[in-house]
């Protein structure tokens, strides 16, 4: 079995495309766990499994592997990223020690990058760069490392850094210990460092030495008097800078041609740190919060980051022990559900291949099955009654309705949306009882199609989609009064009642507000119920097109009423024909919902976003920026977000991306009023 002191558990980071699952894929066919070169192009990517992953050759989901080096345990989680994913990328970088961010060369830092530098960031996690994807021509190391900086301080310190560019890359040189290594074929071999290279050398290795120099003030006074440290006087010191996210070391490199992978498991094994070394864990217990440090034995604190739904084991729950132990036949608590579980079964992950674990130590990942009450971001632990706390996913932008294709199908979809939701939290599914819609959300229409692929793979069902109708409102601007008499006579007993109401409009979401200024009889208080029922059921059924009313007040202020014929039902007719009739004259209008989007781009994208975005009729309330994004705030109809996501990732090339919420409710202009008043209509006489 492992010692915690020698696992290293780490992660890829980074945006979509710039070779994550390529490195990840690289480092496990190097240390001998793969006997071929897994490749994300070739389907044959022991991370990327999934039909769905092979079909776009790109990840979807988060996947773990391991590997052995050098007697040290690797247990490495691949995430996607893409935005439309991001629910992976935060499940996997709770579960890491460190976070490698992953650069593509050529196209530098990307939106993908600045969500997964921050979630890391907020999740205390070490974080090293690694500029990947050096051997594409017009790849240049020194300005892609000055962007490096530019955006995350000179904190960045170069490991690697590449001997030639582009096609003619054939290796790194390791800063630190100063010997070049040139890979051919695949395998790489010690070499001298090359005459040509040896100025650039001395020029990184300083910025590497200053960097770790900073960090410690004994160390900084020995460089300043023209000492440089040692190889071993930097490791305590660059450690600590990784676990403190003081220090990001850089590490230059093609994954796909196995160049740099060798250093970086050489540095791996030496500095990154080991789950006894990290942060101490931070928990609440009793709604306090607190810290525990991580432990090899004692006390088991371990979390659920992710359920994957399995046909034959039923929920696989990946999980992270962070101090203790797990082992097949414990019995653990799980404070967050109040419930105890009984161990049974524990998988070891190898992308799709799982095998038989027994036991998790301190820092590994494994799979826990046939657990009763425990689902993803719940703690479980031995007598503790502390919680790592729920994981914080954004909620998701955009929304289609479905509508099974066979009928009777209603219930084995809910049931496969269910077993979806519980695998990504970031996507949602609901029956809108207003639009009598079933709709389902995500983070963009990628997301939505792959759910919808997996609907029909993995459940069987199969679903039309639609576009949602938009919850439109009603409500008036001025203020009128009317009479509404209800009376009829038939053989017997007749119907009367007699209701004088008047309507004023509130301010926005003030709702709907009903009051009596009868008085002296005029309607006897037991007829007044009757009358505000009819005031809210004709609220209810709208005035225009069919949509609920808002913020009005209706006040009956007199009426009359028939010793004998006036009933409850009377009054309450009377009171919808005054409530019709007065609307007629309070410039009933109709209101839609707007909301507030953030859009996330590269700068040079903004003009374009913001153009699209007031083609939208949307209004552009700021600019923020966040790294080397833009962040544009604006109020947007609901009715133009439709189809959104698409057009965002055409007009900045898959590199932004949003997030909208319901904010308020404005008047639609009078050209979209009267299209939306027919088409409610003619649905109604359908």
């Known amino acids: 079995m492992n010692e915690p002191k020698n696992t290293r558990t780490f992660g890829f980071f980074g945006h979509g495309g710039s070779g994550k699952t390529t490195l990840a894929d690289a480092i496990l066919f190097y240390t001998g766990a793969n006997t071929r070169q897994g490749k994300v192009d070739a389907g044959t990517s022991v991370f990327d499994f999934d039909e769905e992953e ?3 050759k790109s990840s979807l989901a988060l996947a773990v592997a391991s590997c052995t080096y050098q007697d040290h345990l690797f247990t490495m989680v691949d995430t996607p990223g893409y935005a439309d994913f991001v629910g992976e990328m935060i499940s996997g970088a709770r579960a890491v020690d460190a976070g490698v961010v992953v650069v593509d060369a050529a196209e530098g830092i990307g939106v993908g990058t600045e969500m997964s530098w921050k979630r890391l960031t907020d999740e205390r996690k070490g974080r090293v760069l690694f500029l990947n994807k050096l051997g594409k021509p017009d790849t240049d190391f020194t300005s892609a490392f000055n962007q490096l900086v530019e955006a995350y301080g000179t904190s960045v310190a170069p490991v690697t850094i590449p001997v030639g560019a582009g096609s003619k890359l054939s290796g790194v040189v390791d800063l630190l210990h100063e010997k070049a290594y040139v890979t051919r074929d695949g395998k790489t071999e010690e070499t001298a460092i090359p005459d040509e290279a040896k100025a650039e050398v001395e020029t990184y290795r300083e910025k590497l030495v200053e960097a770790v120099a900073e960090l410690d003030e004994g160390l900084l006074e020995s460089y300043l008097n023209g000492n440089v440290p040692t190889v071993d006087q930097m490791t305590p010191v660059l450690k600590k800078g990784i676990v403190e996210g003081a220090l990001y070391p850089l590490f230059a490199g093609d994954a796909l041609s196995m160049i740099g992978v060798h250093p970086f498991c050489e540095f791996v094994v030496r500095f990154f740190p080991s789950p006894l070394e990290i942060h101490a864990i931070k928990v609440t217990e009793g709604g306090e919060e607190k810290e525990i440090p991580p432990q090899a034995s004692g006390e088991t604190i371990a979390y659920v980051f992710k359920t994957v739904s399995d046909p034959h084991l039923g929920d696989l729950l990946y999980t992270r022990v962070f101090s203790g132990e797990i082992a097949s036949g414990a019995t653990l608590k799980n404070v967050d ?3 105890s579980e009984r161990i049974g079964q524990i998988l070891s992950m190898q992308g799709r291949e799982r095998k038989d674990a027994g036991k998790l130590t301190t820092g590994m990942i494994g799979g826990l099955v046939k657990l009763k009450s425990t689902h993803t971001g719940d703690t479980l632990t031995t007598s503790h009654k502390v919680s790592l706390g729920k994981l914080e996913f954004p909620n998701p932008p ?7 294709r066979s009928k009777g199908d209603e219930e084995k979809v809910s049931n496969a949306l269910a077993r979806l939701h519980d695998e990504d939290p970031t996507f949602i599914y609901r029956f809108d009882p207003e639009i009598k819609q079933q709709l389902i959300s995500g983070m963009g229409e990628l997301h939505l199609d792959v759910i919808l692929s997996r609907l029909k793979k993995k459940f069987g069902v199969s679903v039309d989609t639609r576009k949602p109708r938009i919850a439109y409102r009603e409500t008036i601007t001025a203020k009128a009064a009317a009479q509404g008499r209800h009376k009829k006579q038939t053989g017997g007993r007749g119907q009367f009642g007699d209701v004088f109401l008047r309507l004023e409009p509130l301010s926005p979401g003030s709702g709907v507000e009903f009051a009596s200024e009868v008085f002296g009889g005029a309607i006897p208080s037991k007829f007044i119920p009757s009358v505000e029922k009819g005031v809210r059921e004709s609220v209810a059924q709208g005035f225009l097109a069919g949509y609920p009313m808002v913020d009005i007040k209706a006040t009956v202020y007199d009426g009359s009423f028939h010793q004998v014929d006036s009933s409850d039902i009377a009054f309450k007719l009377a009171a919808q024909i005054a409530f019709k ?16 989007v953030e859009v996330t781009v590269p700068e040079e994208f903004m003009g374009d976003v913001i153009g699209d975005l007031n083609s939208r ?14 962040v544009i ?8 977000m439709y189809k959104y996501a698409t057009t965002l990732r055409s007009v900045t090339q898959g590199r932004g991306f949003f997030t909208a919420r319901f904010d308020h409710y404005e008047p639609v202009p009078s050209e979209f009023s009267a299209k939306v008043i027919q088409e409610a209509k003619k649905a109604r006489e359908e």
Request: hydrophobic share 45%; glycine share 8%.
């Open 54 to 56: 092979i079909e776009r």
């Open 337 to 339: 559900a109040g419930a």
């Open 398 to 404: 955009i929304s289609v309705a479905i509508v099974p």
């Open 581 to 596: 009739a007065a609307c007629e004259k309070a410039n009933p209008i109709l209101i839609e919902p707007i909301l507030a």
């Open 617 to 630: 009729r949307g209004r552009i309330q700021g600019v923020d920026s966040v790294g080397r994004s833009q």
């Open 633 to 640: 705030k604006a109020s947007v109809p609901e009715a133009e």
